[in-house]
C-alpha cells in the first residue's frame, strides 16, 4: 500500500480559498547560508497567499546544544496557536522547491497530531513557473486552539541508536551525502568529527528528488536496493540534523513503510561526542 503525500500547484490553485485548506511556508536555509541570506526577509518578499511562516529554526528546542532538535509538545502547541494553525485544517507546506525542508515540516506536525498534511510538488519554484498568485509581507491570522498529540517511538533517543548501533536488528539509514559518510568531506557545521554511525548505510536523501518532489515508486526502490536497504522492515534514519532524514523517511512512506524512526540528533550529536564509536 503506497501512500501519496504530494499535491500538485494547480491542484492548490484551486483550492486556495477553501475553508478546510490552511497553506504554511517552511523554507529554511542550509548550514552556513545563515550568514548570507535572511530567511523572514524571503519571505516577506514572497510567499503563497495567507502562508504563515513556520520557522523550523524557532520551532526547535533551544534548551538543546544540537540543531532542529524537536520542541516539547507544549512549546510546539503555542507556537501553532499564535501562527493561527489549525490542527482540524488540511495543511500544505512548502520549502522553496528543493524538497530540503518541507518534509520536515510535514514530519513534525504529523508528529505532535496533524492527521490532514499534504507537501505542495515543487514548492515555491514550482508556484512561481505555473505564474500562480504571490503574496507579500507578514500573515497575521487568528489564535486557534490548536491541539498537540505526540507520535510514540517517532523519535529515537541517543541511548537507544547506540544499542542499535552496536546490537543490529534495525536498519540505519544516513540522508547526507556520500563524501560526508564516507570521512572524505568535512561536516558544513564546526567542530564535528568526519565519518558515519558504524553499521549505518548511506543514501544521499537529495538522489531521491526530481523538481521538488519524490522520484515514482519504481526509482526509489531501486536507490533503496542499491543502497542495501530492505524497505519492508523497519529502519531508523539520520543526516546531519534530523531535516533531510526526514525525505528518506517519507519515500519509505510512500512505498508504503510506516515504521519508520528519526535519530534527531543526528550527527549534529554523535559527531560531536568524542566517546561515541565512528567508522570512515
Known sequence: ??????????????????????????RLLPPGQER?????????????????????????DHQSPYPHMLPRADHFAVAMRELGVDHEKHLIVYDEGN??????AWWMLRHFGVENVSILAGGLQAWQQANL???????SLST????????????VPLTKMLVLSHEGGTQIIDARSAPRFNAEADEPRPRLRRGHIPNSLNLPWDQLVSNGRLKNNESLQALFEEA???????????????????????????LGQPHVSLYDGSWGEWGSRDDLPVRP
Open 1 to 26: 500500500m503506497s501512500h501519496t503525500v504530494f499535491v500538485t500547484p494547480q491542484w492548490l490553485a484551486d483550492h486556495l480559498d477553501d475553508s478546510g485548506v490552511q497553506i504554511v511556508d517552511a
Open 36 to 60: 548570507i541570506r535572511d530567511v523572514r526577509s524571503e519571505y516577506r518578499a514572497g510567499h503563497l497567499p495567507e502562508a504563515v511562516f513556520f520557522n523550523i529554526e524557532h520551532l526547535s
Open 99 to 104: 524538497l530540503f525542508s518541507a518534509p520536515r
Open 133 to 139: 498568485p504571490l503574496a507579500t509581507g507578514e500573515v
Open 144 to 155: 486557534t486552539q490548536f491541539e498537540a498529540q505526540v507520535t510514540e517511538d517517532a523519535v
Open 228 to 254: 542495501g536497504v530492505d524497505i519492508t522492515q523497519p529502519a531508523v534514519v539520520t543526516c546531519g540534523s534530523g531535516v533531510t532524514a526526514v525525505v528518506l523517511l517519507l519515500a519509505l512512506y510512500q
